[in-house]
């Protein structure tokens, strides 16, 4: 018998996130997690979602908590060929870094959400 991975124990029957494709995954977060999110705040998940998942959750491998700014120009020269930054608000209303990160399972930067007036980044 194999030792169960702490992913594996925690969260029984779900996949792994690494071989589902998100190698950079924190602890404890499953796809299935991030799906019934997204419902809850109204997303239909395209693969632009899943590759910006992707894309914060590899900037979060390097530094606990990056700065925004590192998060806002990786977004926007992954997605530069189809709009960048602009683009990414489209399909995530909420912002694509603060809502971005929730479905990463990651704790946005401080300044990516501003309570009073909503998104900045």
Known sequence: MTAKTMHEIL????????????PHAPEGWSKQEAE????????????????????L???YTDEKTPRIRLLHDALEARFSEV???KHLYEIFPGGPIAQGCRLAGLTPPPDSVDPG???VL
Do not use: M, N, Y
């Open 11 to 22: 969260h029984p029957g779900a996949g792994d996130p690494a071989a589902e494709g998100f």
């Open 36 to 55: 019934a999110l997204a419902e809850k705040e109204g997303l239909a998940l395209t693969d632009e979602h899943w590759e910006v998942v992707r894309v």
């Open 57 to 59: 959750q590899g900037c």
């Open 83 to 85: 709009g960048g930054i």
């Open 117 to 119: 007036f909503g998104s």
